[in-house]
């Protein structure tokens, strides 16, 4: 009996011993292993084609993934998308629409004034020039690459009367000859653009002084 005592704690042992080693780390079976071992996937890498696609209708038979942000998922800081649709060609039913849109930013403090004064210079100076009178770079008075004029913001009737969201609009899809800023500009920062202009054009009726030395524009731009 004592015999079979020392086999038995010799086999117990052994069995620890083996069960405690250091170089096993296999640990045999997992359940759902998917979880167990998270994948890690790297957003700007090249995908495996045999178990990735970009196609929705492979979604299930692949896994579906193509670099998009999920669907409604706005980022931290920023503003609710706009409500209104771009127009299609012709039409002009969501231009008038956009009127009724309230600006959803409040009056711009005085930080928030010289930044979005250095975003103007930057996207809409080369066109509307840094006194907003329509006459930047690109048109210089008529000996510029453009033949035609763009807008002057402070004088022009019907930019003076364009309601906020109207002029939101414009810039997130495009009017005319001027494209979509929707890339360069936040929605905040697009909003925040609509009271800068409106600050502006309100100042030029009421014959004051524009808060800003537009002498000094190309150093404002380069900060």
């Not at 492979?58 to 896994?63: C, D, H, Q, V």
């Not at 006459?135 to 807008?151: D, E, R, T, V």
């Not at 030029?204 to 808060?211: E, Q, V, W």
């Amino acid at each position: 009996m004592k015999k079979l005592s020392v086999i038995a704690t010799i086999f117990v042992t052994g069995a620890i011993l083996v069960s405690c080693n250091s170089v096993r780390r296999d640990p045999g079976r997992v359940y759902m292993p998917d979880m167990f071992y998270s994948p890690a996937y790297e957003t700007y890498t090249q995908r495996d084609s045999t178990q990735f696609t970009e196609k929705e209708a492979e979604a299930g038979r692949k896994i579906f993934y193509n670099n998009q942000p999920v669907a409604g998922t706005i980022a931290r800081g920023e503003d609710l998308p706009f409500p209104i649709a771009k127009d299609k060609q012709g039409d002009t039913t969501n231009y008038v629409a956009a009127k009724l849109i309230e600006n959803p930013e409040p009056p711009l403090t005085d930080a928030q004034a010289t930044e979005i004064h250095r975003l103007y210079l930057i996207n809409c100076g080369i066109c509307h020039g840094a006194k907003l009178d329509g006459n930047g770079p690109l048109y210089n008075g008529g000996s510029g690459p453009f033949s035609a004029a763009p807008k002057n913001l402070l004088g022009d009737p019907i930019v003076l009367a364009m309601p906020e969201g109207q002029m939101f609009y414009s810039i997130q899809y495009g009017k005319g000859m001027m494209g979509s800023y929707a890339s360069q500009l936040s929605r905040k920062q697009r909003w925040q653009l609509v009271h800068y202009i409106k600050a502006r054009q309100a100042e030029a009726k009421g014959g004051k002084p524009a808060p800003f030395d537009v002498a000094d524009s190309t150093a404002v731009a380069a900060k």
